[in-house]
């Protein structure tokens, strides 16, 4: 774990501590790239006995064992934008490493509560399709068109044959109305049903991110090699690897507390199992 307890102030203090800080590969070691690292095997975390150290071992391999671990480095991201990231590498994922990244808007509008699938297109208001307005905007859903004077021959063609509500409105009016539902129904789809399950959806009441890492090196490799940098630079770029360093702390802690209280325990899980079976064919009648 990270003993340094006051982070460092002069300049000399951020380069000594950027440039002999412990450093590991963001992916690949062939890539070259590598960034502030933390080794977090379990023979190098100071545990406070032995029975928890035993215990850790019987954990790993325990899911819930890393619940709050997780929580915690998934806070740090999210403290950051996804700017900066910590993620696991090593062949047993046992580095954990500073990473720059960020995230982008994945384009889903939609969900559905029931299966969980996510879809591209907004959800339609609910409507009365009894009323002008449901009926403009199912028409204007299920066109797609364009062209607003498209739908005002189409809804007065089937007013008059008393397929469509009295819209008692003047040409003028129900152009308006047609443009407003073009605009607000953009990007929505013809109902509200999960292609999946068959459910209802729901619109998402903001962007669904998805965050990424560039893998790329951060920071110098060498000492002598932050001597060039300006001492804002140096400042920003401790505020960081101080926060990683410290996050780490708190995560490995986490893990301690839980392995402190918990031990790994065997059982058995019934999984369900589709196999063929012989079932007498069935005759069709005669």
């Known amino acids: ?32 790239s590598s ?24 954990l790993l391999d325990v899911a819930d064992a890393f ?18 990231q910590i993620t696991r590498n090593g062949r047993s994922g046992g580095y954990l490493v500073l990473c720059s990244g960020g995230k982008k808007d994945t384009g889903y509008k939609s969900y559905c509560p029931s299966c969980g ?17 449901g009926f403009v905007a199912k028409k204007v859903l299920s066109h ?11 809804i007065r063609y089937l007013e008059g044959k008393g397929e469509a509500p009295t819209a008692h409105l003047s040409d003028d009016e129900l152009l308006s109305l047609v443009k407003s539902f073009i605009i607000d ?13 068959g459910s209802s959806r729901v619109n998402y009441t903001h962007p669904v991110y998805a965050s990424y890492i560039t893998g790329s ?29 410290k996050t780490v702390d708190e995560a490995i802690r986490a893990f301690i507390g839980f392995c402190a209280e918990n031990e790994a325990m065997d059982e058995t899980v019934m999984v369900p199992k589709k196999v063929k079976v012989a079932v007498p064919v069935r005759k069709e009648a005669a």
């Open 217 to 245: 090196m951060v920071g110098e490799s060498c000492l002598e090699d932050y001597e060039d940098w300006s001492t804002d630079s140096l400042k920003a770029l401790v505020d960081i690897v101080w926060d990683f360093d």
């Open 1 to 32: 774990m990270s003993t340094k307890s006051r982070k460092p102030r002069t300049r000399k203090e951020m380069i000594a501590f950027l440039g002999n800080h412990f450093r590991y590969d963001t992916k690949n070691s062939w890539n070259r």
């Open 67 to 84: 619940d709050e671990f997780d929580q915690i480095i998934g806070e740090f991201a999210r403290r950051h934008d996804y700017s900066w």
């Open 117 to 133: 699938q996510r879809n591209f297109t907004k959800v339609p208001p609910s409507l009365d399709q009894n009323t002008i307005e």
């Open 35 to 58: 960034s502030f690292a933390r080794n977090i095997k379990i023979h190098r975390i100071n545990f406070p006995d032995c029975a928890t150290r035993t215990r850790a071992y019987d």
């Open 144 to 154: 797609n068109w364009s062209n607003a004077h498209s739908y005002l021959r189409e």
């Open 185 to 197: 129904l953009a990007g929505c789809s013809a109902s509200d049903k999960c292609g999946v399950c």
